[in-house]
């Protein structure tokens, strides 16, 4: 394939001083503060029946797994195929899925191709019907897992944990639940979602709204009529407002653009949007994949997309061609960081030309244009987004990086310009670096009585951002010190062989504990350290966003709190090697036979 060279018009200091104003227009005093919860009230699960009840359960297994999205999910895959099948998974929403069951906002789809998102194709014989999946099949394919490797037995669903605490004298963790269930396991895996609580933008006066108000997150097909699979019948005669221009945002915008009265969309920072293509998968050639192919094209994506440049690229679409040199670090010389530099300004001048091409309106074009590195937010693929604003009905309402001034009774105001609304939809995204106890809904408890949020008050202590000093037999499956990955499907098969690997081999071999060194900790994060130093100079010039925590200013805390930086396929070897070695290497173990003995 051919990756573009295409040159810009703008000089390189030009585009420099450009992307640093954009930036500086955008760092808030308030950072990361300047988020809030959804509450109750938009929070609560439109997907379910009112009303149900259970029995609690009070049970000992060996796991219980905290999720019922990949992550849990392929956990408990995992767990099964090494035999261990006494696990429960404790599970929020109604259904698997995770962000697959909530997210079913009109447009929804994974824009990572379909043969490398889902998950375990091989062993199911399922065959993806396009090559970007829409959430609807996502969903039905989680189902379609849990039902393939029978973990429907196993789930307790509309259930949320309210409490982990370690017992150290029975060596278990006690969990209790929002339905009175009061479980006992010898491993607690924690896979609550690295996309799981969704935020809304503190604007002044966002209660007052009196419309129509939800997360895309929460999307209320009562209220707009349709689902996901049909078109909105209710919104012909609706004044729509969307808050946000992120991934979700450039998937709904086409489709409430095509029903709604009027759309007005409320840009705080544009998308990055490359060409998706999307296209229906070529049975003959799906069905003359030979074994083992899954495996193969997924490490090829990811080599595609972290900048080791596989000799074929097998998928060969937007996301490795945006992303197919890897611009955030280099050897470190300045001849060598400017060529880089010079490179991503190529591809967004390509990405910014795009917008000029597609958008009628010169104005509109221009304010839809981002300027910022490829590496500071992720880039979105789609083909309809671009052209909505060339319908009369869609309004962009550009804040310039300030966001929405307030939101009054009848609408979101900017520049004291009130726009009413009948309907308001939050794209406002989710919590990814908050503390992971907050993000979780409760906070475990350790040796001694010691909570996660205490342990970690000055940041985060890991071996691999999977185990925990303090913590045993806690196995996390999360951003924090974990890896990060394009394809986050990628990560999460990786993680859950890793924390079933783990379990498996202390169930075989008679550990009844396991928690790390607090010294293995500590060159874990020098690991982090080393890694994230070389992209520092990159991330420095970014404009704000969940990818650097809004360019807060980094404190002691934020510094121990971050993820692998480097390429996923360099996080998944540490794991690989660690497991490789004889005896777990920086851990601290207690086995069966030397407790008997005293
Ligand atoms: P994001 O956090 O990416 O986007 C939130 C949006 O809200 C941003 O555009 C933000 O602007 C805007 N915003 C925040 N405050 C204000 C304000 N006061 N006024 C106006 N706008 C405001 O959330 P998304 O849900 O779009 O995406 C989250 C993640 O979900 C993605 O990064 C991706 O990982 C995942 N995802 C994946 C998809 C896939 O295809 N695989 C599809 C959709 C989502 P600003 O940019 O300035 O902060």
């Known amino acids: 394939m051919e990756h573009n060279d295409g040159a810009g018009g703008s000089s390189t200091d030009e585009l420099r001083q450009r992307y640093r104003l954009e930036q500086q227009k955008r760092i808030r005093p308030d950072g990361m503060a300047q988020w809030r919860e959804l509450g109750e009230e938009l929070d609560r699960d439109p997907f379910v029946e009112p009303g149900f009840t259970r029995d609690p359960v009070v049970e000992e297994t060996t796991v219980v797994v905290v999720g019922g999205g990949f992550a849990g999910m392929l956990t408990a895959i995992d767990l099964g195929k090494h035999g261990i099948t006494d696990f429960r998974i404790v599970e929020k929403a109604g259904d698997f899925g995770g962000t697959w069951y909530w997210n079913r906002y ?3 789809m994974c824009d990572v191709e379909s043969f490398v998102y889902l998950p375990l194709l091989e062993e199911t014989g399922y065959m993806p019907t396009e090559h970007y999946a829409s959430a609807t099949e996502i969903f039905e394919y989680s189902r379609l897992l849990a039902r393939t490797f029978d973990l429907y037995p196993h789930a307790l669903f509309q259930t949320d944990l309210t409490g982990a605490e370690w017992d150290e004298d ?9 339905r009175g269930d009061r479980l006992s396991a010898r491993f607690l895996v924690l896979a609550g979602g690295i996309l799981h609580k969704a935020k809304l933008p503190g604007i002044p006066g966002i209660d007052e709204f009196a419309g129509k108000a939800f997360h895309t997150s929460r999307w209320d097909y009562r209220y707009t009529g349709g689902g996901p699979t049909e078109p ?5 005669d609706k004044r729509v407002g969307i808050i946000g221009t992120g991934a979700t945002a450039v998937q709904v915008v086409p489709q409430v653009a095509r029903v709604a009265k009027e759309l007005y969309v409320f840009q705080r920072t544009p998308s990055a949007v490359g060409v998706r293509n999307q296209q229906p998968t070529d049975v003959e050639w799906f069905e003359s994949l030979q074994p083992g192919w899954q495996h193969d094209r997924i490490v090829n994506f990811t080599q595609a997309v972290t900048g080791a440049q596989p000799a074929v690229d097998l998928v060969s679409d937007g996301w490795t061609e945006v992303m197919w040199v890897d611009t955030q670090r280099g050897s ?4 060598d960081l400017e060529a880089l530099e010079r490179i991503d300004f190529e591809v967004m001048e390509a990405i910014r030309q795009r917008v000029e091409n597609v958008v009628e309106d010169p104005e509109t074009a221009e304010r839809l244009k981002p300027y910022w590195g490829k590496h500071c937010k992720r880039v979105c693929f789609h083909d309809e987004y ?5 319908r009369p009905n869609v309004h962009l309402v550009d804040t310039e990086g300030r966001g929405v001034d307030e939101i009054t009774a009848r609408g979101p105001v900017v520049d004291g310009v009130e ?3 009948d309907l308001l939809i939050y794209a406002s995204g989710f919590e990814v670096t908050t503390d992971l106890h907050h993000r979780l809904g409760f906070d475990p408890k350790g040796v001694g009585g010691v909570a996660l949020s205490e342990r970690w008050a000055r940041g985060a202590h890991t071996l691999h951002g999977v185990l925990a000093s303090g913590f045993p037999n806690l196995l996390l499956i999360s951003l924090v010190q974990g890896g990060f990955g394009t394809n ?6 990786e993680s859950a062989k890793h924390v079933a690997h783990i379990i498996e081999a202390c169930v075989e071999e008679g550990i009844v504990t396991i928690e790390p060194d607090e010294a293995a900790e500590e060159e874990w994060l020098a690991v982090l350290l080393g890694v994230g130093a070389a992209g520092a100079r990159y991330f420095q010039a970014c404009t704000p966003s969940f990818y650097n925590s809004e360019q807060q200013a980094i404190d002691a805390r934020a510094a121990r709190n971050l993820t692998y ?5 360099d996080y998944i070897g540490y794991l690989e090697r660690w497991r490789a070695e004889p005896d777990f290497a920086g851990v601290r173990t207690r086995r069966a036979e030397a407790m008997e003995n005293g």
Do not use: I, Q
């Not at 029975?170 to 929002?178: F, I, N, Y």
């Not at 671009?386 to 060339?390: D, E, T, V």
């Not at 930086?565 to 396929?569: A, F, H, V």
């Open 106 to 108: 009109p447009g929804c």
């Open 170 to 178: 029975a060596l278990r963790w006690g969990v209790t639940t929002s």
């Open 232 to 236: 909105m019948d209710r919104l012909a």
């Open 332 to 335: 470190g010389s300045e001849h």
């Open 386 to 390: 671009l052209p909505s604003f060339n």
């Open 419 to 421: 726009y009413p609304v």
């Open 488 to 493: 986050f499907s990628h990560l999460l098969s």
């Open 565 to 569: 930086s480097g390429s996923l396929l």
